[in-house]
């Protein structure tokens, strides 16, 4: 309980929460979190009428109190571009609630599984959504503050926000667990917790939790990017189910591609993307699920990988953009020319006509003379 009295500037009473939410009306409901529904508010003046996700305890979790106090303890000190920023929290009442800034974008899986959404987001755009996320995951594990490496423990995409800017804001900190720091490989024993479809395999078998079993879950992330499709989906019946995973294992042979590699690739991207980008960021997120985690990338590395893909793709988008710029100049230098010229032939044939009609006038009148 210490943490929550040195964060006593950051309490938020209920009545607050409750007129911010009507009253945790489901009209202002935004999402179903890892420990209870999440409303969308705007507080009143005295907490500068910010716009707030507000994550409400569901009473009757196990494991929810624990969370909700783990939770607290992380968020209250993380201080990054790519960590979704604490507003406060409430516990009043028997209430557990933790209220964060609103990240207007919601969730990245929001945006995949949406069509129309998934359609409007450029591969340039995916890239950096990637690369914001991969660097708040470094920040995590680098130690925070008194702490030492946090590991997520339930990355994935319905837990990477997305601001304004399309900026990655990592939430949902109520399965974290803090690990070893400056130990590469080291890990922590713990039950085996997160969402199936992300969660490192040699987690869920053997109970060792390691920063590297983020970089799988990660991984399982950079492949929904690239690919459009979900970790998980579930069709019409059993024999419909698709695990992203197994299709990407099913391209490569000794983790080498024996797939074409634009059977991995979103439709919605193709055609506008460039394909050294393509294939220099699929390297690097099927190394992040590799099954040896000792061959499993570091966060460094995969940050620059993107940003290399990025670069890549960036100079591909304007490239384009200078040729089109040529092809316009061109067509606009052609149109003048056009111009030009029908304006001479213009003004030659009223020279033509003009004259013509004076010659006539002079002869009429020469003939009225005579």
């Keep these: 309980m210490s943490s929550v009295i040195n964060l006593e500037k950051h ?31 705007r507080l009143s003046n005295h907490w500068e009428n910010q716009l707030v996700a507000i994550k409400r305890l569901d009473g009757n979790l196990y494991q929810g109190n624990k969370e ?39 969730s990245l899986d929001y945006h995949l599984r949406d069509l129309n959404m998934r359609r409007c987001l ?97 991984g399982v992330v950079m492949f929904e990017m690239s690919s459009g499709m979900m970790a998980y989906e579930k069709g019409v019946g059993d024999a419909n189910e698709r695990y992203l995973i ?14 074409g590699l634009d059977q991995l690739m979103d439709p919605f991207i193709r055609g506008h993307i460039n394909m050294s980008s393509f ?4 390297k690097i997120a099927h190394e992040c699920i590799n099954l040896d985690l000792r061959k499993r990338p570091t966060l460094d590395r995969i940050i620059k990988t993107i940003g ?5 793709q960036v100079e591909e988008v304007m490239m384009v953009q200078v040729t089109n710029l040529t092809m316009v100049g061109r067509l606009v230098a052609e149109v003048v020319v056009l111009m030009v010229a029908m304006a001479v ?26």
Aim: net charge positive; hydrophobic share 35%.
């Design 122 to 218: 450029t591969w340039a755009q995916r890239l950096k959504i990637c690369l914001g996320a991969a660097r708040g995951l470094k920040y995590l594990h680098s130690g925070v503050g008194e702490h030492r490496r946090v590991i997520h423990r339930d990355m994935k995409s319905a837990n990477i926000l997305l601001d304004d800017t399309l900026e990655a804001k990592i939430c949902d900190f109520g399965l974290s667990r803090l690990g070893p720091r400056n130990q590469p490989q080291t890990y922590v024993r713990t039950r085996p917790s997160g969402t199936r479809y992300y969660i490192d395999p040699i987690y869920n078998e053997r109970g060792r939790l390691s920063k590297e079993s983020d970089v799988y879950s990660f």
């Design 279 to 282: 294939v220099k960021f699929n």
């Design 11 to 41: 309490r938020i009473p209920l009545n607050e929460i409750i007129r911010a939410t009507k009253n945790f009306s489901l009209e202002v409901v935004v999402g179903d979190g890892g420990f209870g529904m999440v409303y969308r508010g």
């Design 308 to 312: 290399e893909a990025m670069n890549i």
């Design 345 to 370: 032939v213009t003004v030659a044939v009223t020279v033509l006509v003009v004259g013509e009609w004076l010659r006539k006038k002079r002869t009429e009148k020469s003939y009225l003379e005579y």
């Design 246 to 259: 197994d299709i990407v294992r099913s391209h490569y042979d000794d983790h080498k591609l024996v797939g």
């Design 68 to 106: 909700f106090h783990n939770e607290l303890k992380l968020v209250s000190s993380f201080n990054h571009t790519n960590i979704i920023p604490f507003v406060g929290y409430c516990d009043d009442a028997n209430e557990k609630i933790i209220v964060y800034k609103y990240a207007t974008n919601r």
